[in-house]
């Protein structure tokens, strides 16, 4: 039987934080390593802001064959240990690691925010009335400023012009 035909998807659970620096010790040993990332966003200095992380912190995927590299991979530094059943290593359907590869762009996964709709109540999240509850109006140039409606007095609104990223959904 072909080394080829043995090779097979691993997950990897690393040491918290390692996840880049295990991808990059295992590529030089193993057929290949796929560290997904995901680019969300996360308040930064309580202003909204883009980031890029491990899709799935403290894990990574490796396909290769586990009977002549398994030694490469459990004592390398920076790994925890391999997700098993018992003793057993898993194995990952390849669909998953397919599917994950799919929806990324250059091994990086974007969750697109979908847009606020008419009416749609939301949270302001930055500036002066940060957490008060209003009601969306409408975008205006692009999703950079957006028109929302706060409510002021029991029959009446206010509408204010803030950037974009100064709305959420509310919880």
Same mark, same amino acid.
């Given at each position: 039987?072909?080394?080829?035909? !043995?090779?097979?998807?691993?997950?990897?659970?690393?040491?918290?934080?390692?996840?880049?620096?295990?991808?990059?010790?295992?590529?030089?040993?193993?057929?290949?390593?796929?560290? +997904?990332?995901? @680019?969300?966003?996360?308040?930064?200095?309580?202003? +909204?802001?883009?980031? /890029?992380?491990?899709?799935?912190?403290?894990?990574?995927? #490796?396909?290769?064959?586990?009977?002549? !590299?398994?030694?490469? &991979?459990?004592?390398?530094? $920076?790994?925890?240990?391999?997700?098993?059943? $018992?003793?057993?290593?898993?194995?990952?359907?390849?669909? &998953?690691?397919?599917?994950?590869?799919?929806? #990324? /762009?250059?091994? /990086? *996964?974007?969750?697109?925010?979908? +847009?606020?709709?008419?009416?749609?109540?939301?949270? *302001?999240?930055?500036?002066?009335?940060?957490? &008060?509850?209003? /009601?969306?109006? @409408?975008?205006?140039?692009?999703?950079?400023?957006?028109?929302?409606?706060? !409510?002021?007095?029991?029959?009446?609104?206010?509408?204010? &012009?803030? +950037?974009?990223?100064? *709305?959420? @959904?509310?919880?």
């Amino acid at each position: 039987m072909s080394q080829v035909a !043995n090779m097979e998807w691993y997950l990897i659970r690393t040491k918290p934080g390692k996840e880049r620096w295990v991808r990059d010790q295992l590529s030089g040993h193993l057929p290949e390593v796929f560290l +997904p990332f995901l @680019r969300a966003r996360m308040p930064r200095k309580g202003r +909204p802001g883009w980031s /890029v992380a491990p899709l799935f912190p403290s894990y990574l995927f #490796a396909r290769c064959d586990l009977r002549g !590299n398994y030694f490469d &991979i459990k004592y390398s530094l $920076g790994v925890a240990d391999l997700v098993s059943a $018992g003793s057993e290593p898993l194995t990952v359907a390849p669909e &998953i690691v397919r599917s994950i590869r799919e929806r #990324a /762009v250059d091994g /990086v *996964v974007e969750i697109v925010e979908r +847009p606020f709709g008419w009416g749609e109540r939301v949270i *302001v999240t930055a500036g002066p009335f940060r957490g &008060i509850e209003a /009601v969306f109006e @409408r975008y205006l140039s692009g999703e950079e400023r957006v028109a929302i409606l706060l !409510n002021v007095a029991e029959s009446s609104s206010i509408r204010m &012009i803030l +950037p974009g990223d100064s *709305v959420g @959904r509310d919880a």
